[in-house]
């Protein structure tokens, strides 16, 4: 079993799904004023979905995904990102003056990875959280992030942490709420949403049936952030990526396919190879 963390320490930042009160911890359990009670699981993370409430039809990544997206990143292939990410955090006054109560909250953290890595980059104790609607993924994530704190919970409607508690918000390549993300923000806090631009992977969407990329989402995202955000920096970039057997196979199985079809991801051969570039990018807002 996983030695269990102190939940203290970062429990201010949490609140209550049904009633909006923070918690204080029981044991093993997180307790509102109301009681309200949710468990934290031997795994070290706590699904604050309240029981009864009616589920998307897509209810976050798969386990076939998840592990497909573990060996893919695990691979290194996008390591580009992980390095842009943090020059760029780096070069932004990161506020982390509430010490080991500073907030980092990956939303839509999946298996963990990114988690994982800025936790290492940054090197200094907070109190690092990954929310995601999928259990399976909150499972593999609180697995690999020793001392990260993981919550279940639907990023598109309730976050359940507490308005202002948020000092760095990471939103890579999943879904996003602008007004909840405005709500957890902290006043010098940073937001930094990462997305596939138009030509993302290009040459891989040609031959296997992806789901398409929104057309000019950094637009759209950037108008829907605009109320509530100002938009710091925006950066572009790019990397080559050639791609053999269980990559290529990976990273076609870690992402959503088209609904309703069949991948073509079941031919492929461990001779198969893909040259191809990942174009991404990510906007930093405050
Ligand atoms: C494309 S994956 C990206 C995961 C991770 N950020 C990464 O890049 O490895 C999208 C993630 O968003 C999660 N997700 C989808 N809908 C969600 C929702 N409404 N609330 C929270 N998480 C959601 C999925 O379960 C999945 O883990
Ligand atoms: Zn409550």
Request: charged share 20%; hydrophobic share 35%; proline share 6%.
């Amino acid at each position: 079993m996983q030695p269990s963390i102190d939940w203290s320490l970062c429990v201010r930042h949490l609140i209550c799904p049904l009633c909006g009160d923070g918690f204080e911890i029981n044991g093993r359990s997180l307790t509102c004023s109301q009681k309200h009670t949710f468990d934290l699981a031997k795994e070290n993370y706590v699904n604050l979905i309240p029981g009864g409430t009616k589920m998307p039809k897509f209810p976050g990544d798969s386990k076939m995904m998840l592990q497909a997206r573990r060996r893919f990143l695990d691979s290194g292939h996008y390591q580009p990102l992980v390095n842009t990410l943090l020059e760029l955090i780096h070069k932004f006054d990161f506020d982390n003056s509430d010490g080991p109560e500073t907030a980092v909250l990956d939303a839509g953290c999946g298996e963990g990875y990114y988690l994982n890595q800025i936790q290492q980059g940054l090197a200094f104790d907070g109190c690092y959280y990954g929310v995601d609607l999928s259990k399976d993924a909150i499972r593999m994530a609180a697995k690999r992030v020793g001392n990260g704190r993981f919550v279940v919970a639907n990023i598109k409607k309730q976050m359940p942490l507490a308005d202002s508690s948020t000092h760095l918000l990471l939103n890579i390549f999943a879904p996003r709420s602008p007004t909840e993300f405005a709500r957890l923000l902290c006043p010098n806090g940073r937001l930094l949403i990462v997305i596939p631009q138009d030509n993302h992977l290009q040459a891989l969407r040609e031959n296997f049936d992806l789901l398409n990329i929104q057309p000019d989402k950094q637009a759209l995202i950037e108008k829907q952030f605009a109320p509530y955000f100002k938009l710091k920096n925006r950066v572009h970039f790019k990397f080559p990526l050639k791609l053999q057997g269980g990559n290529l196979f990976d990273l076609v199985q870690m992402m959503p396919g088209q609904r309703g079809s069949q991948t073509n991801a079941q031919p492929l051969t461990e001779s198969q190879s893909i040259e191809t570039e990942a174009n991404m990018t990510i906007m930093v807002f405050g």
